[in-house]
């Protein structure tokens, strides 16, 4: 069964931009969620989806968004990047979603750099 | 305000020496803790959760974990630990009862000796 996947890898941006960025969970699994992760704040929860819901979200400005597809396909947007958007971004799927039942699997990250 | 703190940034051991990575974590009642390892360039995988009942976890890797709740505590031990067990180590709690989010600590970085 092929694992999670996150497209693209690596991704250089300027300040001011926008970028998409792609997820791919396991077959099956219906929740899809997002952190970001940097050196200084560690994991950092960014929004869950399920059933092309919206069913979770974090601490995070507008600037941030997300989108679940019929297929459980996620993207995530984030608009008018700054210097500090720069993290290693992970996305994580599970069947239902549910930590006391379900097992969380990552995919490898996209790492964001913005100048 | 619910929180989870590794007070270790980074540990070094010799490969077969023994392991104990600490977690603490603040939460008013009986937490779900969990703990995952993210090696380079891969992502992060689960090692092993607790719920309730032995306080002593098993996991995979030959990791297990032991809930102290007087201590608040939920350290990650291992007997003898190998080259591939280099990587990062996060403990994580269930956020207040919503099981669908997790507070994450800031990691604890081990390095192995050969």
């Known amino acids: 069964k092929a694992g999670v996947t996150q497209t693209p890898r690596y991704l250089i941006k300027t300040r001011g931009q926008q970028v998409t960025l792609s997820c791919s969970p396991i077959?099956?699994?219906?929740?899809v969620s997002w952190y970001q992760q940097t050196p200084g704040q560690g994991l950092q929860f960014l929004f869950e989806y399920f059933s092309e819901t919206q069913r979770n979200k974090g601490n995070f400005p507008g600037r941030f968004s997300g989108r679940q597809f019929s297929n459980s396909r996620s993207e995530m947007n984030v608009s008018t990047l700054e210097l500090g958007d720069s993290a290693l971004y992970l996305c994580a799927s599970s069947l239902e979603g549910d930590y006391r039942t379900d097992t969380q699997y990552f995919g490898p990250g996209t790492r964001l750099t913005v100048l | 305000a619910q929180s989870v703190t590794q007070p270790d940034i980074h540990i070094t051991v010799s490969e077969g020496a023994s392991l104990e990575l600490r977690c603490n974590y603040s939460y008013g009642a009986t937490p779900y803790l969990f703990w995952y390892v993210q090696s380079p360039g891969q992502g992060l995988q689960l090692l092993l959760k607790y719920f309730s009942g032995d306080t002593l976890v098993q996991g995979i890797k030959g990791f297990e974990a032991e809930f102290k709740r007087s201590q608040s505590s939920f350290n990650l031990r291992k007997p003898s630990v190998h080259w591939s067990d280099a990587a990062e180590y996060f403990c994580?709690?269930?956020?207040?009862?919503?099981?669908?989010?997790?507070?994450w600590g800031l990691g604890t970085s081990l390095a192995v000796n050969p």
């Open positions: 077959s099956g699994h219906r929740s």
């Open positions: 994580a709690v269930e956020d207040a009862g919503n099981n669908r989010k997790l507070l």
